[in-house]
């Protein structure tokens, strides 16, 4: 009695092996259900598809087009021409020269950066975690790819949304020539704050800050000149 059992338990285990292996095999075998019609001509130029369902074609400009594009919107040049209002001043002081090195960190898509190039400066750099090419290049600001006194002036908007704020600073003081300027744009702030974001600037002694309007925003723009030592 216990050998039939055992008899047909094999069996049973010889039968479900080979309907799994048949129903495998089918699975395998079969070609995938897709919403693109067999009869649609095939096109090795377009990028194959996010999902099976998804069969519209998406063209790709080059990136010349796309910065062409972006840089002629309505945005981007009202930012650019802010950014434009906003050095004037450092070129009236005679701290913005034509022939003036130029470091933009965290310059975002580079509205600073074409500022600047438009006002007729030859050297100028942005530097950013993320690049926007050709105006920004990637960089970290925490360690700046940039000899000593390798510029003459350093800007940033973002300082204080930095990981390590004082090593920001640090970085941009070391790039920068001795007697160059860092330029730092911040929140809209009092005396007590302004000299808290100096203390940063252990090299560089404040020379002014004054209420700006940057895009549309009220912000406070603080002027140090590295020391000579």
Same mark, same amino acid.
């Given at each position: ?10 069996e049973?285990?010889?039968?479900s092996?080979t309907?799994?292996?048949l129903?495998i095999?089918f699975l395998?075998?079969?070609t995938?259900?897709?919403?693109i019609p067999?009869? /649609? @001509?095939? =096109?090795p130029? &377009?990028r ?11 063209h ?8 062409a594009?972006?840089w002629?919107?309505k945005?981007?040049?009202?930012q650019?021409s802010?950014?434009?209002?906003f ?5 009236q002081?005679g701290?913005l020269?034509n022939?003036?090195?130029?470091l933009?960190?965290s310059?975002?898509?580079g509205?600073?950066v074409? /500022? @600047?190039? =438009?006002?007729? &400066?030859k050297n100028?750099?942005?530097v950013?975690?993320i690049?926007?090419?050709?105006l920004?290049?990637r960089a970290?600001p925490?360690?700046l790819?940039?000899f ?13 949304a930095?990981l ?5 600073a640090?970085e941009m003081?070391?790039t920068?020539?001795?007697g160059g300027v ?5 929140d809209?702030c009092?005396?007590?704050?302004v000299?808290e ?6 090299r560089s ?10 895009n ?7 002027i140090?000149?590295k020391k000579s030592?």
């Amino acid at each position: 009695m216990e050998k039939q059992i055992q008899k047909f338990q094999n069996e049973v285990s010889f039968v479900s092996i080979t309907i799994a292996t048949l129903i495998i095999t089918f699975l395998f075998l079969q070609t995938p259900k897709t919403c693109i019609p067999p009869s /649609a @001509l095939q =096109k090795p130029h &377009l990028r194959f598809p996010n999902s099976t369902c998804d069969s519209t074609p998406r063209h790709y400009l080059p990136l010349s087009k796309k910065n062409a594009r972006l840089w002629s919107s309505k945005s981007w040049m009202t930012q650019v021409s802010s950014f434009t209002q906003f050095f004037t001043q450092l070129y009236q002081n005679g701290l913005l020269k034509n022939h003036s090195k130029a470091l933009c960190v965290s310059a975002g898509a580079g509205h600073d950066v074409m /500022a @600047l190039s =438009k006002m007729g &400066l030859k050297n100028v750099i942005g530097v950013e975690l993320i690049e926007s090419l050709p105006l920004v290049s990637r960089a970290n600001p925490h360690n700046l790819p940039f000899f000593d006194g390798a510029f003459d002036v350093a800007f940033t908007g973002h300082l204080m949304a930095a990981l390590y704020p004082l090593r920001n600073a640090e970085e941009m003081e070391r790039t920068v020539r001795n007697g160059g300027v860092c330029v730092v744009v911040v929140d809209e702030c009092g005396e007590e704050e302004v000299k808290e974001i100096v203390r940063l600037f252990r090299r560089s002694q404040l020379l002014s800050f004054s209420d700006v309007t940057l895009n549309g925003r009220r912000v406070t723009r603080i002027i140090m000149r590295k020391k000579s030592f």
